[in-house]
C-alpha cells in the first residue's frame, strides 16, 4: 500500500513557507519541486485528506533545495515550527496527560494522524537521562523528512515544558541501512 500524508502536514508546512519567503516567491516554485505536488498544489489542499507521501518528499526536497543549503537545516527548522504549531494548537489536548514521560510516551498518536501506512511511531525510553522514540515499518521515509521529524520533536518536547539538552539527533536511519528510524535525545525539567 502506498504510504500518505495528511493534508495538515502539507498545509502546515506551506503556510510556513509563506510566512518566510512570500507567496510570490513560493507560488511559481511548487510546480517545479515534482509532478505530484504540482498536482496536489494545483487545486486546494484539504487538511483533512489523505495525499501521496511523495508530495510530503517533494515539498521538503524542493523547499531544502530553493530556499536552504541542500543540507536538510530548513526541514528541521520546518518541523521546528511545526512542533511549536502543533503543541500549541491540534495536540495541546495531550498536554493534559501531566508528565512528560507519559507526553513523550503518546507519540504514537500524532504518527497515525498525520502518516497512514507509513508504519508506526513508539517511544522505547522517556527518562530525562534517555529518550528513544522509533519509527517503524518504514524504510521509504524520506531524509528530509528525518530532519523534518528531528525538529518537530525537539520543539514539541520544548513545548510540553522540558529542555531538550544539545546532542539530540535521529541516531539510526533506513537510509543509512538502520532497521528503522531511531530519535535519541536528553532533556531536563
Sequence with gaps: MEANARGMALVGILRELRTRFGADR????????????????????DRTEWYPYEALVELLRGCDRSFGDGSGALCSDLGRSAGERDLSGAFSIL??????????????????RYYRNAGYMEAIAVDPER??????????????????MEGWMISAMN???????????????????????????????
Design 95 to 112: 498536554r493534559l496527560l501531566g508528565s512528560p514521560q507519559r507526553l513523550i510516551g503518546s507519540c504514537g498518536r500524532v504518527w497515525d
Design 26 to 45: 513560493l507560488q511559481p516554485l511548487v510546480g517545479s519541486w515534482g509532478p505530484v505536488i504540482a498536482g496536489v498544489c494545483a487545486g486546494r489542499v
Design 131 to 148: 529518550t528513544v522514540l522509533r519509527i517503524h515499518n518504514f524504510p521509504a521515509m524520506a531524509p528530509e523528512h528525518c530532519r523534518m
Design 159 to 189: 513545548t510540553i515544558g522540558v529542555h531538550v539538552l544539545p546532542g539530540a539527533h535521529e541516531s539510526e536511519c533506513t537510509s543509512r541501512g538502520g532497521a528503522y528510524h531511531e530519535f535519541t535525545c536528553r532533556w531536563t525539567r
